[in-house]
């Protein structure tokens, strides 16, 4: 099984490849489920298998706003040093304008400071995006 998968003429085919391969010289029981284990726990054909998966759809544009902050991205940047005791920057850029405000988090912002944040920094001033 090795000359017939791991060789460089074979250049490790799959489970169906190598066992034609082994079957055209040899043959014993379970020829079929020991060629189907040796490929399925060969090292590089692990390394080098391609997941199959359900086809990809195109992708699809974001629908295009009418009007300033009606629709928004939120994210964070971190790994900057530490300024005024917070880690992380809260950024929020609005799709319409691409007008950004940039606010100091800090390290482990969890979702109910990010709101606070979001309340004090940005509905204060725009409002509540959508529609």
């Keep these: 099984m090795k000359e017939c998968h791991n060789s460089k003429c074979a250049r490790y ?22 060629v189907e284990t040796y490929v399925k726990t060969c090292l590089v054909c692990q390394q080098d298998k391609i997941e199959q ?5 195109l992708l699809e544009p974001l629908l295009i706003p009418k009007r300033p902050w009606e629709s928004i991205f939120m994210n964070f940047i971190v790994g900057f040093p530490t300024s005024e ?9 609005d799709q319409f304008s691409k007008d950004s405000t940039f606010i ?5 912002c969890l979702t109910e400071q990010a709101a606070h944040l979001f309340f004090n920094h940005v509905f204060k001033y725009w409002g509540l995006p959508g529609p």
């Design 13 to 34: 085919p799959g489970i169906q490849r190598t066992l034609a391969l082994v079957g055209d010289s040899y043959y014993w029981p379970h020829l079929k489920d020991d």
């Design 53 to 57: 998966g359900a086809p990809v759809r």
């Design 85 to 93: 005791g917070c880690y992380w920057v809260l950024v929020i850029v």
């Design 104 to 108: 100091l988090a800090p390290k482990q």
